[in-house]
């Protein structure tokens, strides 16, 4: 059974960057799809991105968050990382990593989710 | 981009009555949604993937029906396990979006 756990710190500053971890359990990381997706009041859910490992490393983002968001995999701890530079009050949000259908884009099996507050 | 419009917001219902949560795409998407069941502190759950399959383990009470740009999740009869909010996805192979959400209250 696939279990995700995301982890990082709850509180980030105005133009600092934002780094999460996904701890994934059950299943390698270099052999399926990952997702970021991010739960605000104001926006309800929104895809981050997505990365599969396989033999070249294949991403992708949401435009709208395009420059600033860098999702990574790191096969000797069997982590996803998301990295989000920049940040703002409008990236404070719930952040959940998750497992993603090879061939769509919704999702399998999602973590239970880690807040993150944009303050200083 | 394509827009997802979910209702309602909120629905409040009582345990054994029928519900249905609908969920409307800005243009058509084939059969390309999913339904997901959220309850706080827990990981989403997905229910539905392409309008009407069930995914592995979820009760038969719940169905999903529409094709096109108009969708229902349908819960035939409900258990007080289910009071949770449910949201719906529209996805093909390059991109998704997600709706805003239902909570299902008891009434």
């Known amino acids: 059974q696939v279990r995700l756990q995301e982890s990082g710190p709850g509180l980030v500053k105005p133009s600092e960057t934002l780094s999460l971890t996904c701890n994934v359990s059950?299943?390698?990381?270099?052999?399926?799809?990952w997702s970021w997706i991010r739960q605000s009041p104001g926006k309800g859910l929104e895809w981050i991105g997505y990365i599969f490992h396989g033999v070249s490393g294949t991403t992708d983002y949401n435009p709208s968050l395009k420059g600033r968001v860098t999702i990574s995999i790191d096969t000797s701890k069997n982590q996803v990382s998301l990295r989000l530079s920049s940040v703002t009050a409008a990236d404070t949000a719930i952040y959940y990593c998750?497992?993603?259908?090879?061939?769509?884009?919704?999702?399998?099996?999602w973590g239970v989710g880690t807040a993150v507050t944009v303050s200083s | 981009d394509i827009q997802v419009t979910q209702s309602p917001s909120t629905l409040s219902a009582s345990v054994g009555d029928r519900v249905t949560i609908t969920c409307r795409a800005s243009q058509s998407i084939n059969d390309w949604v999913a339904w997901y069941q959220q309850k706080p502190g827990r990981a989403p759950q997905l229910l539905i993937r392409?309008?009407?399959i069930l995914n592995s383990g979820v009760p038969s009470r719940f169905s999903g029906s529409g094709s096109g740009t108009d969708f229902t999740l349908t819960i035939s009869s409900l258990q007080p396990d289910d009071f949770a909010t449910y949201f719906c996805?529209?996805?093909?192979?390059?991109?998704?979006?997600f709706g805003q959400g239902t909570k299902l209250e008891i009434k």
């Open positions: 996805q529209v996805y093909n192979s390059y991109m998704c979006s």
């Open positions: 998750a497992k993603r259908i090879m061939d769509f884009y919704y999702m399998d099996v």
């Open positions: 059950g299943a390698s990381v270099a052999s399926y799809y």
């Open positions: 392409k309008a009407s």
